[in-house]
């Protein structure tokens, strides 16, 4: 088992075993973000479906308005004048077939890696190093492109690729602990609204199991999700 400290104790004796309101359950999540860090905002959602089945499957992005809170390193693979075009858009790193060397040699000094569809017969072979590290370009997460300067301002902005992992969980970072409350129930807003955007056609019956939200080192809260589901854009926002 593993030990729990005394800090984390305390602040899940403020939590309730109950689901909470969104708004009351994002400033719970502020009030228990007293690590020695900025915390970021985490989700933990159970959805009712089998990812081992393809049609169960969810692999999609979301758009946070609000943003990550997090400065996003983006490196972009591309040839000829899709190279200047990247570069001038924005993207902290870029190359050709030399880029794919390096990450091969174990360069890995980026958040994100976006590639052009030319380029990906040689981006394959990085596939066991960048797959497990989640960092793969693949044209349903937008990492796979020929617009890159669209691409690159998104996830510099607050655009995220997420999956259900193998149990039907998807975890997320939705923002900074240090946000607004209001500004994470419009990110956490936004999500609902993709993860139901999304829903895989093979998912049967309750698609919506538990969610909850903590900060990094924080107590797990629960939120009631028909509330949230109830919850208008405007009334968010």
Same mark, same amino acid.
């Given at each position: ?50 990812? %081992? ?58 958040? %994100? ?26 044209? %349903?997460?937008?990492?796979?492109? #020929? ?7 998104? #996830? ?5 690729? #997420? ?75």
């Amino acid at each position: 088992m593993k030990k729990v400290s005394r800090r984390l104790q305390e602040l899940q004796k403020k939590v309730e075993e109950r689901p909470y309101q969104p708004l009351e359950a994002l400033n719970l999540l502020k009030e228990t973000a007293t690590a020695k860090f900025p915390e970021s905002a985490e989700a933990h959602i159970r959805l009712g479906i089998d990812p %081992k089945y393809a049609d169960q499957q969810l692999r999609t992005t979301v758009v946070l308005p609000r943003g990550t809170g997090q400065t996003v390193r983006v490196a972009v693979i591309a040839r000829g004048e899709k190279v200047t075009e990247a570069s001038n858009a924005g993207a902290d790193i870029v190359g050709s077939e030399e880029l794919i060397d390096e990450i091969q040699k174990g360069r890995m000094d980026f958040d %994100k890696l976006i590639a052009t569809p030319d380029v990906m017969p040689q981006v394959a072979k990085l596939g066991k190093l960048l797959g497990p590290r989640g960092l793969m370009p693949s044209p %349903k997460g937008g990492t796979v492109t #020929f617009d890159l300067g669209a691409a690159i301002a998104e #996830f510099k902005a607050g655009k995220l690729e #997420f999956r259900a992992d193998r149990t039907g969980i998807v975890h997320i970072l939705f923002g900074k602990a240090t946000f607004t409350a209001q500004d994470l129930l419009v990110n956490l807003k936004a999500l609902q609204e993709t993860i139901d955007r999304n829903r895989p056609s093979g998912a049967k019956g309750r698609y919506w199991r538990t969610m909850y939200v903590s900060s990094t080192m924080g107590p797990s809260i629960q939120v009631d999700i028909n509330a949230l589901r109830d919850l208008k854009t405007t009334e968010a926002a």
